[in-house]
Nanobody
Framework: QVQLVESGGGLVQAGGSLRLSCAAS????????VGWFRQLPGRERGAVSCISTDGSTYYENSVKGRFTSSRDNAKNTVYLQINSLKREETAVYYC???????????????????????WGQGTQVTVSS
């Protein structure tokens, strides 16, 4: 069964850090570009970052310098290290794959959900003051 499973979310104080994981099963994640997305309460899901198959990374402007995506191909997993979290970044965080390098490169600015599949179920990140 092809699926992605996110984990690592939780409750953290503003300024704190978390490391989110996106583990794949049923397919080899290293052959895909992997995007991270988040859905804030009452908002549409937006792109956060993308890591390409060669390890190049792309970030939405507001997270540059604080978020870092990486991949461990031996573990079939991609990570998102989140530092200096802000209250307004409370959201459900998702990962999803794409075979389109342009979709990955552009995801910091815009993305089309249909370019990414499959999607994980999401992990909740709650930032308290």
């Amino acid at each position: 069964q092809v699926q992605l499973v996110e984990s690592g979310g939780g409750l953290v104080q503003a300024g704190g850090s978390l490391r989110l994981s996106c583990a794949a099963s049923g397919f080899t994640l290293e052959n895909y570009h992997v995007g991270w997305f988040r859905q804030l309460p009452g908002r549409e899901r937006g792109a956060v970052s993308c890591i390409s198959t060669d390890g190049s990374t792309y970030y939405e402007n507001s997270v540059k310098g604080r978020f870092t995506s990486s991949r461990d191909n031996a573990k079939n997993t991609v990570y998102l290290q989140i530092n200096s979290l802000k209250r307004e970044e409370t959201a459900v965080y998702y990962c999803a794959t794409t075979q389109s390098v342009s979709a990955c490169e552009n995801s910091g600015t815009y993305y089309f959900p249909t370019d990414f599949s499959p999607w994980g179920q999401g992990t909740q990140v709650t930032v308290s003051s």
